[in-house]
Nanobody, 119 residues
Framework: QVQLVESGGGSVQAGGSLRLSCAAS????????MGWFRQAAGKERELIAS????????YYAESVKGRFTISGNKAWNTVYLQMNSLNLEDTAVYYC????????????WGQGTQVTVSS
């Protein structure tokens, strides 16, 4: 009954910014970590940012470090990805995911939202 829904994707010019949101609905759940993934055409899905609700650990892939920022509001069951200085290489479908208590990996996924960067 629980699900994650991404929003905020779309088309943007190179150098621009987008802010993605991930909202949880349904029954409440406990999670160790939240992450953002992306998958470009012809490429494998990759983890680009993640954090633990307990704090102390925030990860960014080298390709987005310094440009993207992951954040969350636990009380509102929302996670965000601020994306700045977008370039053509950022074009992909972006997914949010939850690593819930008792799971060995990310087990709850959103449907994905398309981000297209053009020149």
């Amino acid at each position: 009954q629980v699900q994650l829904v991404e929003s905020g994707g779309g088309s943007v010019q190179a150098g621009g910014s987008l802010r993605l949101s991930c909202a949880a609905s349904g029954r409440p759940f406990s999670s160790y970590a939240m992450g953002w993934f992306r998958q470009a055409a012809g490429k494998e899905r990759e983890l680009i940012a993640s954090f633990r609700w307990s704090g102390g650990n925030t990860y960014y892939a080298e390709s987005v470090k310094g440009r993207f920022t992951i954040s969350g509001n636990k009380a509102w069951n929302t996670v965000y990805l601020q994306m700045n200085s977008l370039n053509l290489e950022d074009t992909a479908v972006y997914y949010c995911a939850a690593h819930r208590v008792g799971e060995t990996s990310y087990g709850l996924w959103g449907q994905g939202t398309q981000v297209t960067v053009s020149s």
